[in-house]
Every structure is written in C-alpha cells, then in structure tokens.
C-alpha cells in the first residue's frame, strides 16, 4: 500500500525476495502536466508493470473496500507513504497486522514531512523505521530501524534516495523476522515526540534576515519541491541548492558576481537555481542570460 516514489523500492524489493504480493493499494490518479492527463502513482505505475493488480479507492472507510481487503487473508499488508488513515478494521486484518516504513527515526519527526522537517531543523542524521501499524498518528511499536547521516549538502532529494534505499531491505528482513518470531517491538518513548507537519507554501520564501545556516537548511530542505524562493528583479526563483559561505553585509544583498548572497548573518553562496518556466540551472549558466550584479537586492 504506496503512492510516490519512496514506497517502489519496496515494492520490488518485496517481489524479488519471493513474495506473493497479491494486491497493490495506492491513491487514485490525478491530473497532471500541461494536458491535465490523469496520471496513475508511481507505485501504481509500477505495479501494472510487474502484473500485479491495483485497487486505487477513495477512501478505505468504504465497507466494500473493507470487505474487499479483508477477503485476501492477508499475512501483511505493507504501507509505505500510501496517503490514507487505515481504520482499526484494516489493521485488524492480516495475520501480522499491518506493518509501516516511515522516513524518520520515531519518535522523532512523526507526521507527513519528516525528511524535509530533518534537514531543515538541522538533525546530524535520521533513518527509517518499520513501525506495526496502530490508529495513531505513527505511534505504533519499532520492529526495526536503520540509519543514516545528514550530509552538509544533501537536499530533501538525495536523503529521500539514500532512505528508500536502505528502506526496502529493511523491510524484507523485518518482514521475515517477523514471521518467525525472531523480533520484539519496541514501544515508542513519550520523550522526543516532534511531528513533521506538511509543508506550508508559506514556508517556502527565504527570509534573508535569518542566519545563513537557517537559509541553506530551508533551501536544501525544500529542494527539489516545493522549493525555496526569493524575488529577482521582480521574478520569482527558486534556489534548489546553496552552501554556506563568509560574508556580510544587509540581509538579500548580493555580495559578488557569482551570486553570494548576505543573511542575517554570514551568507549563502547560490549553487542551483530555477526561473518560471525553465529548467533547473547552474549559477554560472543561469546568470549568462540573467545576469545579477552585486549590489542588487533580492527580496
């Protein structure tokens, strides 16, 4: 049970290690593009390519739904970012109840961002978790978890790879783990609860007032979406990747020709950009047909 691109790996991971994967649960296609074509999910997409047959329902509170997923007899179910609240009737059902990779090391960054949440409050790693799935909001009991550093320069794109990386064997091995009886849970601890609220698009213009390490967090952070923003000359852009660099001067100021840029204090040299309409661009290439002087101000 998926939607995006996280939950493939799993997926595959899951079918290559022998398992009778006899259903595919993911969101409805939506529109998408210039046409508005409806687009099936990438898990849904890659489902359909493996022959495994896909329900894509509305909602899971549906009773036909319900009758129908109970009606596999079901081991597992295995829910990776699918979108939905499953009711206790879902949960109830498989053998081994329903088991759930989340993108963080619980119970730190429960909720609906917890990569993009890491990078940006600065956390020195994260990981992934299998959760046994309860009605709360990720608060199930830990079967397993693995983890990773937060790079200096890793984005919401490059920790998303690496995690969904580690995720899918983690799942196979707890799955199997499971089954024999060779694994305990792990109860969540009250202390260290943060939750990962979705993206806010109001949380996506820069603030050159704050510190330079805030700024390159909230840029890698809501790299590549929804992406970070700022006004130049008038136009809006967005920055997909920056480092921190010396420098001073009033906050949104253009310190050089190569696009270092004043914060609150220190200053963010601008790597990657994207203009309305076009394809992300170095800094060198974005700036032979858009050129911003020092001195010029971004708002």
């Given at each position: 049970?998926?939607t ?34 409806l ?5 849904h ?8 047959e ?5 909602s899971?509170?549906?009773?036909a739904?319900?009758?129908g ?10 829910v ?7 009711p ?14 989340h993108?963080?090391?619980l119970?730190?960054w429960?909720?609906a ?9 600065g ?10 799935m309860?009605?709360?909001?990720d608060?199930?009991?830990?079967l ?23 995720g899918a064997?983690?799942?196979v091995s707890?799955?199997?783990a499971?089954d ?12 260290g609860v943060t939750y ?11 603030d ?9 967090r909230?840029?890698r ?5 929804p992406?970070a923003?700022c006004?130049?000359?008038g136009e ?22 190569a696009?270092?840029i004043?914060c ?11 203009r ?5 661009a ?5 700036l ?12």
């Amino acid at each position: 049970m998926g939607t995006p691109e996280f939950a493939v790996p799993v997926l595959q991971a899951l079918v290559e290690a022998g398992h009778d994967v006899v259903r595919v649960y993911s969101q409805p296609p939506r529109r998408a593009g210039r046409g508005k074509t409806l687009r099936p999910s990438p898990v849904h997409a890659a489902a359909e390519a493996a022959g495994i047959e896909v329900e894509t329902p509305e909602s899971f509170r549906d009773d036909a739904v319900l009758q129908g997923f109970e009606a596999l007899a079901l081991d597992a179910a295995i829910v990776v970012a699918y979108g939905q609240i499953l009711p206790q009737r879902a949960l109830d059902a498989p053998r081994l109840g329903c088991l759930n990779l989340h993108a963080s090391l619980l119970p730190r960054w429960r909720g609906a961002a917890p990569i993009q949440r890491a990078i940006m409050a600065g956390d020195a790693e994260t990981g992934v978790a299998v959760m046994q799935m309860e009605a709360g909001l990720d608060t199930g009991p830990v079967l397993a978890e693995a983890r990773v550093p937060i790079d200096a320069d890793d984005t919401a794109g490059t920790l998303h790879d690496r995690l969904a990386g580690i995720g899918a064997p983690l799942v196979v091995s707890t799955l199997a783990a499971l089954d024999d009886g060779r694994i305990a849970a792990r109860v969540q601890p009250e202390e260290g609860v943060t939750y990962a609220a979705k993206i806010d698009k109001a949380e996506a213009r820069i603030d050159w007032t704050r510190p330079a390490n805030e700024v390159d967090r909230l840029i890698r952070g809501l790299s590549p979406f929804p992406g970070a923003w700022c006004e130049v000359a008038g136009e809006r852009v967005k920055i997909l990747i920056s480092a921190i660099k010396d420098g001073e001067g009033a906050p949104g100021t253009v310190l050089d020709d190569a696009l270092l840029i004043a914060c609150g204090s220190g200053a963010v040299h601008l790597t990657q950009l994207q203009r309305a309409g076009k394809a992300a661009a170095r800094a060198e290439d974005l700036l032979r047909g858009f050129p911003v002087a020092a001195g010029t101000v971004l708002t």
